[in-house]
């Protein structure tokens, strides 16, 4: 059930039986860039360290073990051009332990959370701020460490080389960290409490009216809201950007990057998801099978792609000197999948791969929340059960190759041992 709260607020109730707990998310959404990045990072960790009545961590963490346990958490992610702020919080049904009121505790502690935050003197508590901001920098910079993470970002970074925003990843960077201060945090909670888009989901064994009259007591502006385009696309261009790196590293990073024109909700949407699950997606995908597993010259190799960005990328992990014969290999997949070398038994596993993938989803809560963020965002691309299921089986070679001849390479990332 959807209900409107306000402008730009909406609720989605998802009531099941399939689940004890119940599980509340706050979405803010607004427009991603570089310059908010870090800055909406690091208040989420000033959000949930602690607040104006709950002065200390400690005492915020005794305030969910009264509430029998309850999870929580405040974090960032991204969608295309969205920039997201997530607070969550998960609780057990109030009828499992004899207190019909626990939704409500639960909303109270989300209220005091997001509307009483640890702010004094138009500054947010300098000790935690100080601390919070060490911490988010020392993990910035600890991402370096994780060579298939930071491979992986180098590659955005030259996908998108053309956008300043894309190019940034939703917890931003060291750089646009260091300059924050107690102060500007004030400003950019301010004004996503008044300008960001919200959309409230309420999942378990629920009825949608109670649920809606608690939430709609939450003190929130009524003020017009930003609502951005979801969707990025950029320009297409002939120039294949390449970058060597090198750092202490035991196997080469080889990242691909290749533009695509299919986005979510698009009519050949089960396209893409096969041909990514032949490419790359699957154990029996012609990446694994060829390239790490008949050849040995991999240690992993996969696909993915981002359908809110128009990206397909590759990650694998490689000796540095087969680094050419790599690429060939990785080339020569997409070619067979461009002339329909396909078998039956492999177009049949994969369908049905991807199927149990889809109706493993249904039982996952925050995969339903965010089917039905998208829902609420692009309601256009709604699709039910019986026709994303239909959809997959319509997908022929032929679909298959069309699509595979319709992605281009546009960048190619190698992080690489280096020579001292």
């Known amino acids: 059930?959807?209900?409107?709260?306000?402008?730009?607020?909406?609720?989605?109730?998802?009531?099941?039986?399939?689940?004890?707990?119940?599980?509340?998310?706050?979405?803010?959404?607004?427009?991603?860039?570089?310059?908010?990045?870090?800055?909406?990072?690091?208040?989420?960790?000033?959000?949930?360290?602690?607040?104006?009545?709950f002065p200390t961590q400690n005492e915020l963490s005794t305030r969910l073990a009264e509430l029998y346990g309850a999870g929580f958490g405040v974090s960032v992610a991204k969608k295309g051009n969205i920039h997201q702020v997530n607070v969550g919080m998960s609780i057990v049904n109030g009828s499992y332990v004899g207190e019909e009121d626990l939704f409500a505790q639960a909303v109270a502690f989300l209220q005091e959370i997001l509307f009483a935050p640890n702010v004094k003197d138009g500054a947010f508590d300098e000790k935690t701020f100080t601390t919070e901001k060490e911490n988010l920098i020392a993990y910035l910079k600890s991402m370096k460490e994780d060579k298939?993470?930071?491979?992986?970002?180098?590659?955005?970074?030259?996908?998108?080389?053309?956008?300043?925003?894309?190019?940034?990843?939703?917890?931003?960077?060291?750089?646009?960290?260091?300059?924050?201060?107690?102060?500007?945090?004030?400003?950019?909670?301010?004004?996503?409490?008044?300008?960001?888009?919200?959309?409230?989901?309420?999942?378990?064994?629920?009825?949608?009216?109670?649920?809606?009259?608690?939430?709609?007591?939450?003190?929130?502006?009524?003020?017009?809201?930003?609502?951005?385009?979801?969707?990025?696309?950029q320009n297409?261009?002939?120039?294949?950007?390449?970058?060597?790196?090198?750092?202490?590293?035991?196997?080469?990073?080889?990242?691909?990057?290749?533009?695509?024109?299919?986005?979510?909700?698009?009519?050949?949407?089960?396209?893409?998801?096969v041909f990514n699950g032949l490419f790359g997606g699957f154990p029996h995908s012609k990446l694994f099978m060829n390239v790490r597993e008949k050849e040995s010259l991999a240690y992993y190799a996969s696909s993915s792609f981002d359908s809110f960005r128009g990206m397909l990328k590759v990650q694998t992990g490689i000796d540095q000197e087969k680094r050419e014969a790599v690429l060939r290999l990785i080339n020569e997949q997409l070619e067979s999948l461009r002339k329909g070398e396909v078998s039956t038994e492999e177009l049949a596993q994969t369908k049905a791969m991807l199927k149990n993938?889809?109706?493993?989803?249904?039982?996952?809560?925050?995969?339903?929340?965010?089917?039905?963020?998208?829902?609420?965002?692009?309601?256009?691309?709604?699709?039910?059960?019986?026709?994303?299921?239909?959809?997959?089986?319509?997908?022929?070679?032929?679909?298959?190759?069309?699509?595979?001849?319709?992605?281009?390479?546009?960048?190619?990332?190698?992080?690489?041992?280096?020579?001292?």
């Open 148 to 233: 298939q993470t930071f491979a992986s970002l180098r590659l955005q970074e030259l996908f998108f080389q053309n956008s300043a925003d894309q190019k940034v990843p939703s917890f931003g960077t060291v750089a646009t960290t260091e300059g924050l201060t107690a102060e500007e945090l004030v400003a950019v909670y301010q004004k996503m409490m008044t300008e960001d888009h919200i959309d409230i989901f309420v999942i378990g064994d629920v009825e949608a009216k109670p649920v809606s009259e608690i939430l709609a007591q939450l003190p929130f502006e009524k003020g017009e809201r930003v609502k951005p385009e979801i969707f990025f696309a």
């Open 1 to 53: 059930m959807s209900v409107e709260l306000g402008r730009g607020i909406n609720l989605e109730v998802i009531p099941t039986k399939k689940y004890k707990t119940t599980r509340i998310l706050i979405r803010f959404s607004a427009r991603h860039s570089e310059k908010t990045a870090a800055a909406r990072t690091l208040l989420t960790s000033l959000l949930e360290t602690n607040s104006l009545n």
């Open 357 to 420: 993938q889809f109706l493993l989803s249904l039982d996952n809560p925050q995969a339903l929340i965010e089917n039905a963020y998208l829902d609420l965002w692009l309601p256009q691309t709604k699709t039910s059960e019986e026709a994303f299921l239909k959809g997959v089986d319509a997908v022929t070679i032929d679909a298959v190759k069309k699509m595979a001849l319709s992605v281009e390479l546009k960048a190619i990332y190698c992080l690489e041992r280096s020579a001292s």
């Open 236 to 273: 297409h261009s002939n120039i294949i950007n390449e970058q060597v790196e090198y750092d202490q590293v035991v196997q080469a990073k080889l990242n691909l990057a290749y533009q695509m024109d299919t986005y979510y909700g698009d009519a050949d949407r089960f396209a893409l998801l």
